[in-house]
T-cell receptor, first 115, second 111 residues
Framework: DVKVTQSSRYLVKRTGEKVFLECVQD?????MFWYRQDPGLGLRLIYF???????EKGDIPEGYSVSREKKERFSLILESASTNQTSMYLC??????????????FGPGTRLTVL | GQQVMQIPQYQHVQEGEDFTTYCNSS?????IQWYKQRPGGHPVFLIQ?????EVKKQKRLTFQFGEAKKNSSLHITATQTTDVGTYFC???????????FGRGTSLIVHP
Protein backbone atom coordinates (compact mmCIF):
# COMPACT_ATOMS: atom_id res chain seq x y z
CA ASP A 1 0.00 0.00 0.00
CA VAL A 2 1.09 3.53 -0.71
CA LYS A 3 1.94 5.43 2.39
CA VAL A 4 2.11 9.19 2.50
CA THR A 5 3.19 10.66 5.80
CA GLN A 6 3.26 14.22 7.03
CA SER A 7 5.56 15.47 9.75
CA SER A 8 2.90 16.81 12.10
CA ARG A 9 -0.85 16.35 12.57
CA TYR A 10 -1.19 19.62 14.48
CA LEU A 11 1.04 22.67 14.47
CA VAL A 12 0.72 26.05 16.17
CA LYS A 13 2.93 28.91 15.03
CA ARG A 14 3.10 32.63 15.52
CA THR A 15 2.68 35.31 12.89
CA GLY A 16 5.95 35.96 11.09
CA GLU A 17 7.52 32.59 11.86
CA LYS A 18 9.01 30.45 9.12
CA VAL A 19 7.12 27.16 8.91
CA PHE A 20 8.18 23.89 7.29
CA LEU A 21 5.67 21.16 6.48
CA GLU A 22 7.24 17.89 5.43
CA CYS A 23 5.73 15.12 3.34
CA VAL A 24 7.24 11.73 2.54
CA GLN A 25 5.89 8.99 0.26
CA ASP A 26 7.25 5.48 0.02
CA UNK A 27 6.03 4.33 -3.41
CA UNK A 28 8.50 6.02 -5.71
CA UNK A 29 5.84 8.33 -7.14
CA UNK A 30 7.01 11.03 -9.52
CA UNK A 31 4.25 13.52 -8.74
CA MET A 32 3.72 15.21 -5.41
CA PHE A 33 1.23 17.88 -4.42
CA TRP A 34 0.44 20.32 -1.65
CA TYR A 35 -3.16 21.43 -1.04
CA ARG A 36 -4.88 23.48 1.56
CA GLN A 37 -8.41 22.65 2.62
CA ASP A 38 -10.76 25.22 4.10
CA PRO A 39 -14.46 24.75 4.94
CA GLY A 40 -16.65 25.31 1.92
CA LEU A 41 -13.72 25.80 -0.43
CA GLY A 42 -12.67 22.22 -1.06
CA LEU A 43 -9.06 21.41 -1.87
CA ARG A 44 -7.02 24.14 -3.48
CA LEU A 45 -3.69 23.33 -5.09
CA ILE A 46 -0.72 25.32 -3.79
CA TYR A 47 2.21 23.72 -5.62
CA PHE A 48 3.04 20.46 -7.30
CA UNK A 49 6.20 18.72 -8.43
CA UNK A 50 6.61 16.17 -11.20
CA UNK A 51 10.26 15.37 -10.56
CA UNK A 52 13.14 16.06 -8.24
CA UNK A 53 13.99 19.78 -8.14
CA UNK A 54 11.00 20.53 -10.40
CA UNK A 55 8.05 22.56 -9.17
CA GLU A 56 5.00 24.21 -10.65
CA LYS A 57 2.66 26.77 -9.14
CA GLY A 58 -0.87 25.73 -8.45
CA ASP A 59 -3.89 27.95 -8.00
CA ILE A 60 -2.85 29.68 -4.76
CA PRO A 61 0.98 29.80 -4.50
CA GLU A 62 1.24 33.25 -2.93
CA GLY A 63 2.94 33.17 0.46
CA TYR A 64 4.29 29.65 -0.07
CA SER A 65 7.34 27.98 -1.53
CA VAL A 66 8.33 24.34 -1.93
CA SER A 67 11.37 22.17 -2.09
CA ARG A 68 11.93 18.75 -3.59
CA GLU A 69 15.52 17.63 -3.16
CA LYS A 70 14.70 13.92 -3.06
CA LYS A 71 12.04 12.00 -4.92
CA GLU A 72 10.27 10.79 -1.80
CA ARG A 73 10.15 14.12 0.02
CA PHE A 74 8.21 17.31 -0.77
CA SER A 75 8.37 20.25 1.62
CA LEU A 76 6.03 23.20 1.89
CA ILE A 77 7.51 26.39 3.31
CA LEU A 78 5.70 29.39 4.70
CA GLU A 79 8.38 32.07 4.69
CA SER A 80 6.50 34.35 7.08
CA ALA A 81 3.35 32.78 8.45
CA SER A 82 0.20 34.87 8.58
CA THR A 83 -3.14 34.25 10.26
CA ASN A 84 -4.87 33.73 6.91
CA GLN A 85 -2.66 30.69 6.40
CA THR A 86 -4.40 28.90 9.24
CA SER A 87 -5.75 25.82 7.48
CA MET A 88 -5.54 22.08 6.92
CA TYR A 89 -2.63 21.22 4.65
CA LEU A 90 -2.78 18.00 2.67
CA CYS A 91 0.06 16.37 0.79
CA UNK A 92 -0.55 13.87 -2.00
CA UNK A 93 1.44 11.79 -4.46
CA UNK A 94 0.65 10.02 -7.70
CA UNK A 95 2.14 8.19 -10.61
CA UNK A 96 2.56 10.11 -13.87
CA UNK A 97 -0.37 10.10 -16.29
CA UNK A 98 1.54 7.80 -18.61
CA UNK A 99 1.10 5.08 -16.00
CA UNK A 100 -2.58 4.86 -16.99
CA UNK A 101 -3.97 6.11 -13.74
CA UNK A 102 -3.01 9.18 -11.82
CA UNK A 103 -5.09 8.71 -8.70
CA UNK A 104 -3.76 10.69 -5.83
CA UNK A 105 -2.80 9.20 -2.48
CA PHE A 106 -3.16 11.62 0.38
CA GLY A 107 -1.36 12.00 3.68
CA PRO A 108 -3.28 12.45 6.93
CA GLY A 109 -2.97 16.24 6.82
CA THR A 110 -1.43 18.90 9.05
CA ARG A 111 -3.75 21.31 10.81
CA LEU A 112 -1.79 24.54 11.08
CA THR A 113 -2.89 27.36 13.35
CA VAL A 114 -1.13 30.71 13.06
CA LEU A 115 -1.66 32.99 16.04
CA GLY B 1 -7.51 26.22 -12.84
CA GLN B 2 -10.68 25.20 -14.57
CA GLN B 3 -14.03 25.94 -12.98
CA VAL B 4 -16.07 23.01 -11.79
CA MET B 5 -19.28 23.28 -9.84
CA GLN B 6 -20.34 20.55 -7.45
CA ILE B 7 -23.86 20.47 -6.06
CA PRO B 8 -25.37 20.31 -3.56
CA GLN B 9 -22.95 21.57 -0.93
CA TYR B 10 -24.73 19.62 1.81
CA GLN B 11 -27.28 16.82 1.80
CA HIS B 12 -29.11 15.39 4.78
CA VAL B 13 -30.81 12.03 4.25
CA GLN B 14 -32.47 9.42 6.37
CA GLU B 15 -30.69 6.10 6.39
CA GLY B 16 -32.00 4.03 3.50
CA GLU B 17 -32.71 6.99 1.22
CA ASP B 18 -30.80 7.55 -1.99
CA PHE B 19 -28.25 10.32 -2.54
CA THR B 20 -26.81 11.99 -5.63
CA THR B 21 -24.08 14.57 -6.09
CA TYR B 22 -23.38 16.32 -9.37
CA CYS B 23 -20.26 17.79 -10.88
CA ASN B 24 -20.68 20.25 -13.75
CA SER B 25 -18.13 21.94 -15.97
CA SER B 26 -18.40 24.53 -18.73
CA UNK B 27 -15.54 22.89 -20.60
CA UNK B 28 -15.07 19.40 -21.96
CA UNK B 29 -13.27 17.17 -19.54
CA UNK B 30 -10.57 14.61 -20.26
CA UNK B 31 -11.43 12.44 -17.32
CA ILE B 32 -12.89 12.74 -13.86
CA GLN B 33 -11.97 11.22 -10.53
CA TRP B 34 -14.12 10.89 -7.43
CA TYR B 35 -12.83 10.89 -3.86
CA LYS B 36 -14.42 10.37 -0.45
CA GLN B 37 -13.26 12.06 2.72
CA ARG B 38 -14.60 10.75 6.03
CA PRO B 39 -14.93 13.23 8.89
CA GLY B 40 -11.48 13.83 10.34
CA GLY B 41 -9.86 11.85 7.54
CA HIS B 42 -8.16 12.51 4.24
CA PRO B 43 -9.53 12.12 0.70
CA VAL B 44 -9.48 8.57 -0.62
CA PHE B 45 -9.72 7.76 -4.32
CA LEU B 46 -12.92 6.00 -5.38
CA ILE B 47 -12.89 5.81 -9.17
CA GLN B 48 -11.82 7.39 -12.44
CA UNK B 49 -14.09 7.83 -15.48
CA UNK B 50 -12.62 8.41 -18.91
CA UNK B 51 -15.10 7.57 -21.65
CA UNK B 52 -18.11 9.55 -22.80
CA UNK B 53 -21.29 8.11 -21.28
CA GLU B 54 -19.34 5.77 -19.03
CA VAL B 55 -21.14 4.18 -16.11
CA LYS B 56 -19.34 2.31 -13.35
CA LYS B 57 -20.69 0.67 -10.24
CA GLN B 58 -19.13 -0.13 -6.91
CA LYS B 59 -21.69 -1.98 -4.78
CA ARG B 60 -24.28 0.71 -3.91
CA LEU B 61 -22.34 3.50 -5.67
CA THR B 62 -22.99 4.35 -9.31
CA PHE B 63 -20.75 6.79 -11.17
CA GLN B 64 -21.68 8.36 -14.50
CA PHE B 65 -19.80 10.48 -17.00
CA GLY B 66 -21.95 12.59 -19.29
CA GLU B 67 -22.16 12.03 -23.03
CA ALA B 68 -20.61 15.43 -23.68
CA LYS B 69 -17.98 14.85 -20.97
CA LYS B 70 -18.99 18.05 -19.22
CA ASN B 71 -20.68 16.58 -16.18
CA SER B 72 -20.61 13.61 -13.87
CA SER B 73 -22.63 12.22 -11.03
CA LEU B 74 -22.26 9.90 -8.07
CA HIS B 75 -25.38 8.11 -6.87
CA ILE B 76 -25.61 6.11 -3.67
CA THR B 77 -28.52 3.71 -3.31
CA ALA B 78 -29.97 3.06 0.16
CA THR B 79 -27.51 5.13 2.15
CA GLN B 80 -25.92 3.78 5.30
CA THR B 81 -24.24 5.63 8.16
CA THR B 82 -20.90 4.46 6.80
CA ASP B 83 -21.53 6.63 3.74
CA VAL B 84 -21.16 9.80 5.81
CA GLY B 85 -18.45 12.09 4.50
CA THR B 86 -17.60 14.61 1.82
CA TYR B 87 -17.51 13.50 -1.78
CA PHE B 88 -15.27 15.37 -4.19
CA CYS B 89 -15.12 15.28 -7.94
CA UNK B 90 -11.73 16.04 -9.48
CA UNK B 91 -11.72 16.43 -13.25
CA UNK B 92 -8.87 17.11 -15.63
CA UNK B 93 -9.19 18.94 -18.94
CA UNK B 94 -7.11 20.22 -21.79
CA UNK B 95 -3.55 19.06 -21.71
CA UNK B 96 -3.29 19.15 -17.93
CA UNK B 97 -2.92 15.95 -15.95
CA UNK B 98 -3.57 17.76 -12.69
CA UNK B 99 -7.12 17.27 -11.36
CA UNK B 100 -9.04 20.30 -10.09
CA PHE B 101 -11.09 19.44 -7.04
CA GLY B 102 -14.67 20.58 -6.69
CA ARG B 103 -15.80 22.06 -3.39
CA GLY B 104 -17.38 18.78 -2.38
CA THR B 105 -20.76 17.57 -1.24
CA SER B 106 -21.08 16.71 2.43
CA LEU B 107 -23.43 13.81 3.07
CA ILE B 108 -25.06 13.49 6.47
CA VAL B 109 -26.99 10.29 7.11
CA HIS B 110 -29.49 10.25 9.95
CA PRO B 111 -30.11 6.81 11.50
Amino acid sequence: DVKVTQSSRYLVKRTGEKVFLECVQDMDHENMFWYRQDPGLGLRLIYFSYDVKMKEKGDIPEGYSVSREKKERFSLILESASTNQTSMYLCASSLPLTAGTNEQFFGPGTRLTVL
Amino acid sequence: GQQVMQIPQYQHVQEGEDFTTYCNSSTTLSNIQWYKQRPGGHPVFLIQLVKSGEVKKQKRLTFQFGEAKKNSSLHITATQTTDVGTYFCAPTSGGSYIPTFGRGTSLIVHP
